[in-house]
């Protein structure tokens, strides 16, 4: 009797873990990341695959491309989601920005103070989430869907080779690695220091050699590219902009699914928008240890230091609206959205303190 009980588990069992369809799937999703399995853009896909192929009881079948299979930059991966030869990708800010330039608002420092009001702005629904979606399709003559924006690294923060950094007056003079776009140089020219574009996969060795002393990245990129190795010491946790991955799909691949089949793929995309958000907070408690441990030096600015970076930094905010296509109204937007989000959160946060 006790072996037959035990035999029906073990079936049970393997039922229960066996995937939900054997059959081949009606509907194949092709989604891609120019990253690696180590990466965030990965964690959240592995969710996105899991939750749509399970919810759509085997109907949708979802393929992960991690790299450059697909495509290898923002402005081709966006002409594969548009022409459908790739049906989900995530862009960065400024690898979306050749497209959508707009979008770069996300870069502009100091105007999220911390994960949760970022994690609001971001949620579907917000003001500022309605006018990126309406602008991302009108500018794609409706080839384009944004689906969701979620995080890829956590917070960009100072760091570099030579000193600790404490005020903006502190950056004066350092060589800052920033990609090819005109905002991250902007900023770094409004904070006294002098931005110098370099491809990533050069970067270690630019540290290495001198060609930059500094860089703009969170701190998971930081080890996971073994920089320290290279020379980089000195961390400052200014927390200047929020590491927003915007995650886009064909319009007319989810246009063609049904209205049960598309709210599986909306709900997706917040499970993988949580997925993203959570993953750099839990990956940064080993990557700061591993830092310090490595004898790094990790400062934290004081409220009044903070302004000072945010006061030097003004003026890219003017610049930003003067000079991107949209920049004024996706500006507006952000702003208004985090002033929403912030009285939201301190209503809340008043209510549980009661």
Sequence with gaps: MIKKLLQMLMVSAMVAGAPLAAAAADITLRATANSNENDEDYDGLIVFKNYVENASNG??????????????????????????????????????????????????????????????VMQNGSEFMNLMKEKVQEDSQ?????????????????????????????LDGLKIRTVVADLPQELVK???????????PELFTSFQTGVVEGSKNGITDIMGMKFPDAGLKYVTLDGHA???????????????LSPEL?????????????????????????????????????????????????EA???????????????????????????????EIDKARATDMQ
């Design 262 to 310: 598309q709210r599986v793929v909306l709900d997706g995309f917040h499970a993988l928008q949580q997925a993203t958000f959570a993953s750099p907070k839990r990956k940064s408690i080993e990557a700061y240890q591993e830092f310090v441990a490595g004898g790094g030096d990790l400062y934290v600015p004081t409220p009044e230091e903070k302004a000072a970076f945010q």
């Design 190 to 200: 409004a904070l006294g220091a002098s931005p110098t574009p370099i491809p990533w």
């Design 142 to 170: 409706g080839a384009i869907r944004l689906m969701t924006i979620g995080n890829t690294g956590g917070w960009r923060n100072f760091a570099n080779t030579k000193r600790r950094v404490q005020n903006p007056g502190d």
């Design 59 to 120: 109907q949708i079948e979802v393929e992960i491309f991690m790299g450059t299979q697909l495509c290898s930059n923002g402005t081709e991966c966006a002409q594969g989601v548009a022409d459908g030869s790739i049906d989900v990708v995530i862009l960065t800010s400024s690898g979306a920005a050749g497209i959508f330039p707009y979008v770069q608002v996300l870069d502009l420092p100091y105007l999220m103070a911390d994960d949760r009001i970022a994690e609001g």
């Design 313 to 343: 930094a003004a003026p890219v905010y003017d610049w930003f609206k003067s000079n991107i296509d949209g920049g004024e109204e996706s500006f507006n937007a952000l702003t208004s959205t985090v002033d929403t989000v912030s009285a």
């Design 242 to 256: 929020y590491m927003g991955a915007l995650w886009f799909m064909n319009n007319e691949k989810f246009m063609s």
